[in-house]
């Protein structure tokens, strides 16, 4: 495969993978404000009320530095770290609370898209 075949699949890769980071960024933010089911399973989790609503800005925060382009890289290590500590942290929690696997497969899935991002992130 030539270079520029290769430039062109790494970047799609990349903008799929990011674009699906950040939309289930979004969408986990807006399930954390707008959505009592949501409510009720970070509750139940035992968090706070202002860690919900702390998480839901923070995910918001890293999905617009995750999807940005021209934001410095120092800026996205930082973002990509602390996605990883919220899907790392979900799992812990809903394991502990004994929630069922498919929670877990769900944040594995996340992490596998995660480090795609991270891996194919233009240097």
């Known amino acids: ?29 807006a399930t954390y404000v707008f959505h009592q089911p949501t409510i009720d399973g970070v509750r139940a989790l035992g968090f706070p009320d202002f860690f919900r609503i702390e998480l839901a800005v923070l995910k918001l925060v890293a999905a ?21 500590l919220f899907i790392l942290t979900a799992i812990v929690a809903h394991t502990a609370h004994g929630d069922p696997v498919a929670l877990t497969l769900v944040n594995l899935a996340a992490a596998g898209l995660l480090a795609t991002s991270y891996l194919t992130r233009p240097i």
């Open 64 to 84: 617009a530095v995750i999807i940005l382009p021209m934001l410095p890289g120092p800026m996205k290590e930082w973002a990509y770290a602390g996605v990883a």
């Open 1 to 29: 495969m030539s270079h520029a075949v290769e430039g062109t699949v790494s970047a799609m890769i990349y903008w799929l993978s990011t674009g699906g980071v950040s939309a289930l960024l979004l969408l986990s933010a």
